[in-house]
């Protein structure tokens, strides 16, 4: 009997087979338009019990479900003969009427089992003698087949453990716990779901079949410090049951030692998520499947997982399509990139070993809201392809280094709105560099923009990218700062003194510190640009230099009477209180008004100013 059956709707079908009614209920049904058909069986199916999950099946009736049309996400059944069940405490299925049975759960009562979860999957129903479920955990490094090492309960807090007769699997366990300090390896075919693998617990992944099940909740979890370990060298890699899920935790590791089957779904599967700081480690020196790829596909923006080389790469790695990577590459061992399709490392690179582009390889691109270039406790080495359209972009977001960089032969790009963050550190080599419009440049240097960028090739510090200096020792900008400024942001507790006095700037922020044109030097505020104070003011002094409005402007100031600024010569109108909080600039040493200018709101004159 075909149905087209809909949530919210019990669903009772009248069949039967041999002079006996078997009625079979659907209902709690997810799915696209599913038309579900029902049939019953007189006799026996002629399968068995699986041995782990039901001991026993009957011998006088069975059922088989099936989709005749659309598509099913889940629902729930209920089957009943014509005599009580008995022993029969659940349900099993098979996907052939003649086929192994295994528990598929459901309530026994009176003649009925009912609550009979299918997910997606349907198929033949006998009714059978399930196998009690228990929790699980293991008593000592051990393989997953040795019955006796395996502790079972049946609370969810591991009390009153007794040593178990046989292992565990998804048909048999309300949950299972690899223990801290212990390795379970899989040994022969297994099947498991509601995994959880403790801190400093590993679970190795060996030469046998592993099954990961559709439970309730997640299916495997790997906790922070916990270790999934894929050794395997002959047979498969996981099967992921539909709907299946494994989580890896920060911190947690999912740790390749074997290729042999091709173990780059780990990080490329739907199926696996990957929490910021959780680790897919690539711990071979076989290349991982690139091309095509994207790895920690469930990674939302904010999530940063780490996908960490910790071995050379004998061979290149990449192709003709694209590769992305989801978080941050982290390179421990040498490595080539092929192919001419871009690679995106969402979340930067860092690492100390030595990536290099071959002849053919497509741009390195960095597109992250937060990102990081480099290593703390090391160099990493970037030996760039020399053509315009490779080398690495940084595309978008902020980038910060971790520790100084070796840039060779091709191009370093920072590109509009992208942000680099320096800090003290510097990117040297003999490649090129670009800043480009509206790209900014983070420099804590004591030298400023010379310090950060010291690249030995072609150095473009494009018109009306942005600068700051936020060191907290005397800083110098250094002299490669670009002559056209968009914005100018000093947030140094110490000094920030110019270079050179040919800067033209659109914005000029003091957030910290004290700020200085240099001694008979100048910096010069675009039409239209303005100075903002939050904090940061000019000495008192000649080292403070000149500052010129080339056309109209304003002054802002959190602070009563700031910004302090030295010597200014106004061009335009000039509002030196341009905001409402009713905080006007104050004038150290001179204002100049030249010709057709005018002040609309004056500033406070120090005494002896003029």
Same mark, same amino acid.
């Given at each position: 009997?075909?149905?087209?059956?809909?949530?919210?709707?019990?669903?009772? @079908?009248?069949?039967?087979?041999?002079?006996?009614?078997?009625?079979?209920?659907?209902?709690?049904?997810?799915?696209?338009?599913?038309?579900?058909?029902?049939?019953?069986?007189?006799?026996?199916?002629?399968?068995?019990?699986? &041995?782990?999950? !039901?001991?026993?099946?009957?011998?006088?009736?069975?059922?088989?479900?099936?989709?005749?049309?659309?598509?099913?996400?889940?629902?729930?059944?209920?089957?009943?003969?014509?005599?009580?069940?008995?022993?029969?405490?659940?349900?099993?299925?098979?996907?052939?009427?003649?086929?192994?049975?295994?528990?598929?759960?459901?309530?026994?009562?009176?003649?009925?089992?009912?609550?009979?979860?299918?997910?997606?999957?349907?198929?033949?129903?006998?009714?059978?003698?399930?196998?009690?479920?228990?929790?699980?955990?293991?008593?000592?490094?051990?393989?997953?087949?040795?019955?006796?090492?395996?502790?079972?309960?049946?609370?969810?807090?591991?009390?009153?453990?007794?040593?178990?007769?046989?292992?565990?699997?998804?048909?048999?366990?309300?949950?299972?716990?690899?223990?801290?300090?212990?390795?379970? /390896?899989?040994?022969? $075919?297994?099947?498991?779901?509601?995994?959880?693998?403790?801190? =400093?617990?590993?679970?190795?992944?060996?030469?046998?079949?592993?099954?990961?099940?559709?439970?309730?909740g997640t299916d495997l979890e790997i906790q922070n410090g916990g270790i999934y370990r894929h050794s395997?060298?002959? &047979?498969?890699?996981?099967?992921? =049951?539909?709907? /299946?899920?494994?989580?890896?935790?920060?911190g947690g590791l999912v740790d390749i030692t074997s290729n042999a089957t091709g173990a780059t779904i780990?990080?490329?599967?739907?199926?696996?998520? @990957?929490?910021?700081?959780?680790?897919?480690?690539?711990?071979?020196? /076989?290349?991982?499947?690139?091309? *095509?790829?994207?790895?920690?596909?469930?990674?939302?923006?904010?999530?940063?997982?780490?996908?960490?080389?910790?071995?050379?790469?004998?061979? *290149?790695? &990449?192709?003709?399509?694209?590769?992305?990577?989801?978080?941050?590459?982290?390179?421990?061992?040498?490595?080539?990139?092929?192919?001419?399709?871009?690679?995106?490392?969402r979340n930067g690179i860092i690492g100390i070993a030595t990536i290099t582009q071959s002849a053919d390889?497509?741009?390195?691109?960095?597109? *992250?809201?937060?990102?990081?270039?480099?290593?703390?406790?090391?160099?990493?080495?970037?030996? +760039?392809?020399?053509?315009?359209?490779?080398?690495?972009?940084?595309?978008?977001?902020?980038?910060?280094? +971790?520790?100084?960089?070796?840039?060779?032969?091709?191009?370093? @790009?920072?590109?509009?709105?992208?942000?680099?963050?320096?800090?003290?550190?510097?990117? &040297?080599?003999?490649?090129?560099?670009?800043?480009?419009?509206?790209?900014?440049?983070?420099?804590?240097?004591?030298?400023?923009?010379?310090?950060?960028?010291?690249?030995?090739?072609?150095?473009?510090?494009?018109?009306?990218?942005?600068?700051?200096?936020?060191?907290?020792?005397?800083?110098?900008?250094?002299?490669?700062?670009?002559?056209?400024?968009? !914005?100018?942001?000093?947030?140094?507790?110490?000094?920030?003194?110019?270079?050179?006095? $040919?800067?033209?700037?659109?914005?000029? =922020?003091?957030?910290?510190?004290?700020?200085?044109?240099?001694?008979?030097?100048?910096?010069? !505020?675009?039409?239209?640009?303005?100075?903002?104070?939050?904090?940061?003011?000019?000495?008192?002094? +000649?080292?403070?230099?000149?500052?010129? #409005? +080339? *056309?109209?402007?304003?002054?802002?100031?959190? =602070?009563?009477?700031?910004?302090?600024?030295?010597?200014?010569?106004?061009?335009?109108?000039?509002?030196?209180?341009?905001?409402?909080?009713?905080?006007?600039?104050?004038?150290?040493?001179?204002?100049?008004?030249?010709?057709?200018?005018?002040?609309?709101?004056?500033? #406070?004159?120090?005494? /002896?100013?003029?």
């Amino acid at each position: 009997l075909d149905w087209a059956v809909t949530s919210g709707t019990t669903y009772t @079908y009248p069949i039967g087979a041999g002079g006996s009614y078997y009625p079979a209920t659907v209902s709690a049904v997810a799915g696209t338009i599913p038309v579900i058909r029902m049939q019953a069986f007189n006799g026996t199916s002629g399968g068995i019990a699986d &041995g782990s999950s !039901i001991t026993s099946i009957s011998n006088t009736e069975y059922w088989q479900a099936s989709l005749s049309s659309g598509t099913l996400t889940s629902a729930t059944l209920g089957f009943t003969r014509t005599t009580p069940v008995g022993s029969f405490t659940g349900m099993g299925r098979s996907s052939t009427a003649n086929g192994n049975y295994s528990n598929v759960g459901g309530t026994a009562s009176g003649s009925q089992v009912a609550g009979v979860a299918t997910g997606s999957v349907l198929g033949f129903y006998v009714m059978g003698a399930t196998v009690p479920l228990y929790y699980w955990s293991n008593a000592a490094t051990m393989n997953w087949s040795s019955a006796s090492s395996w502790q079972t309960t049946t609370t969810s807090s591991y009390s009153s453990p007794i040593t178990a007769s046989i292992a565990p699997n998804a048909s048999n366990s309300l949950g299972i716990t690899i223990r801290s300090g212990h390795t379970v /390896s899989i040994d022969a $075919t297994s099947s498991l779901d509601q995994t959880v693998i403790q801190a =400093n617990g590993t679970l190795v992944k060996a030469n046998a079949d592993l099954t990961i099940n559709d439970g309730t909740g997640t299916d495997l979890e790997i906790q922070n410090g916990g270790i999934y370990r894929h050794s395997t060298t002959v &047979g498969n890699n996981p099967i992921f =049951n539909t709907g /299946s899920t494994i989580l890896v935790r920060g911190g947690g590791l999912v740790d390749i030692t074997s290729n042999a089957t091709g173990a780059t779904i780990y990080g490329t599967s739907t199926n696996i998520t @990957y929490e910021t700081n959780a680790i897919f480690n690539w711990n071979i020196n /076989s290349p991982f499947g690139a091309s *095509g790829q994207t790895f920690f596909p469930n990674a939302g923006a904010e999530v940063v997982p780490i996908f960490r080389l910790s071995t050379p790469i004998s061979l *290149g790695v &990449g192709g003709g399509l694209p590769t992305v990577i989801n978080g941050v590459f982290e390179a421990n061992g040498n490595v080539s990139w092929d192919g001419n399709a871009a690679k995106t490392f969402r979340n930067g690179i860092i690492g100390i070993a030595t990536i290099t582009q071959s002849a053919d390889c497509g741009q390195f691109r960095i597109t *992250g809201t937060t990102s990081q270039l480099g290593s703390s406790v090391g160099t990493l080495t970037l030996n +760039l392809r020399n053509e315009l359209t490779s080398g690495l972009a940084l595309q978008a977001g902020s980038c910060t280094l +971790l520790g100084s960089v070796t840039s060779n032969s091709g191009p370093m @790009y920072i590109d509009a709105g992208a942000t680099l963050i320096a800090g003290a550190f510097s990117i &040297g080599g003999t490649g090129s560099f670009t800043l480009n419009n509206n790209a900014t440049l983070v420099s804590a240097h004591p030298n400023g923009v010379n310090g950060s960028i010291t690249l030995g090739g072609t150095k473009n510090f494009n018109d009306f990218a942005n600068y700051t200096f936020n060191g907290t020792a005397a800083q110098t900008t250094g002299a490669m700062m670009g002559d056209a400024v968009g !914005i100018l942001t000093i947030n140094n507790p110490t000094t920030v003194t110019l270079s050179k006095g $040919t800067h033209t700037t659109t914005t000029l =922020n003091l957030q910290a510190g004290s700020f200085r044109c240099g001694t008979n030097q100048n910096l010069n !505020i675009a039409n239209g640009g303005s100075i903002n104070s939050t904090g940061g003011n000019q000495p008192n002094d +000649l080292v403070a230099g000149k500052i010129t #409005f +080339l *056309g109209n402007g304003q002054t802002t100031g959190t =602070n009563s009477g700031e910004p302090k600024l030295y010597d200014v010569t106004i061009n335009g109108s000039i509002d030196f209180n341009g905001i409402s909080n009713g905080q006007s600039a104050t004038i150290w040493n001179r204002l100049q008004i030249n010709a057709g200018s005018f002040v609309t709101d004056a500033p #406070f004159y120090h005494t /002896s100013s003029t």
